[in-house]
């Protein structure tokens, strides 16, 4: 009678796979984030060889995601995308709508805001058009084109590194620029959020610019649809004790938001 039982090599090799398609995932989050990256900074951030890294990328390549290059790959998309001025990540937009209005109903006129870079902070900032008096601070582009112009706002950019996915300003030149200012409310982006990890993201670069807009910031209000309650990206920037509301929508498992709400955050659902 055949052994049906698997024999310590096969599980290895099985364990090897789903380590390496979980690695690779990561690796396409990061690069949906940032746009590129380059080899030598992907095998230090994840642990590997060079030429681990140079199989993932094949693989993803393959699988019609990224394009190669020396030294390390980009994106597939982000040329159309920059071009259209789109943003990378615009799943669960009706969420996003809900929550970008609940939360546009805290602003109140003459205050002094930070707005993060992201599809649900883009939805905070349709949402607080007419408005008065405000002064509004971003790292994104497309924020900032879009209120920039709008009578009774007074925008202001940050510096740094380009992204494109996120059409934001990054790294530590960005979060420099929050030095010495003090905001009412902060609307933050994340990439996922649990009791564990608390809030962590695909990449390293926006880790100091989201501290330093935390420090200037009275009322941390973190915008994050449902989907993101319970995952776990990359990078971790701290627990939910940084944060004092959470805006998410209907889809938020009744069990996730009381132990949310034990953990001192308020949490409003949209």
């Known amino acids: 009678m055949a052994n049906s039982r698997s024999t310590p090599t096969s599980t290895t090799a099985t364990r090897s796979r789903a380590l390496a398609e979980t690695r690779r995932s990561k690796m396409l989050d990061w690069l949906r984030e940032e746009g590129s990256a380059r080899v030598r900074d992907l095998a230090e ?8 890294v140079r199989q993932d990328l094949e693989k993803l390549e393959a ?10 790959a980009y994106l597939k998309s982000v040329r159309q995308q920059v071009r259209a001025m789109a943003l990378q990540h615009l799943e669960n937009m009706d969420a996003k709508r809900r929550i970008g209005r609940a939360a546009a109903a805290l602003v109140n006129d003459g205050e002094t805001i930070i707005l993060d870079s992201g599809s649900t902070t883009t939805e905070v900032a349709a949402n607080i058009l007419g408005h008065r008096d405000m002064t509004v ?11 920039g112009a709008e009578p009774g706002f007074d925008v202001h950019m940050t510096g740094g590194h380009f992204k494109a996915p996120t059409l934001s300003l990054s790294g530590e030149r960005s979060a420099d620029y929050f ?16 009791l564990e990890a608390g809030l962590t993201y695909p990449a390293l670069s926006d880790i100091a610019v989201k501290r330093a807009m935390i420090v200037a910031a009275e009322k941390v209000i973190l915008v994050a ?15 939910l004790d940084l944060i004092h509301v959470l805006i998410t929508d209907t889809g938020i498992a009744e069990a996730d938001r009381r132990a949310i709400a034990a953990a001192g955050v308020e949490v409003i659902v949209a």
């Not at 019609?64 to 030294?71: A, D, L, N, Q, T």
């Not at 030095?179 to 649990?194: D, M, P, Y």
């Not at 649809?225 to 627990?239: E, N, P, Q, V, Y």
């Open 45 to 52: 951030a994840f642990s590997v060889s060079e030429v681990t």
């Open 63 to 72: 699988e019609g995601h990224i394009v190669r290059e020396y030294g390390g």
């Open 137 to 147: 601070i971003t790292n994104a582009l497309n924020i900032a084109l879009a209120l």
């Open 179 to 194: 030095q010495g200012l003090f905001v009412q409310k902060l609307f933050l982006a994340t990439a996922a959020i649990s």
């Open 225 to 239: 649809d449902s989907s993101k309650i319970g995952a776990r990206s990359f990078t971790a920037l701290g627990g």
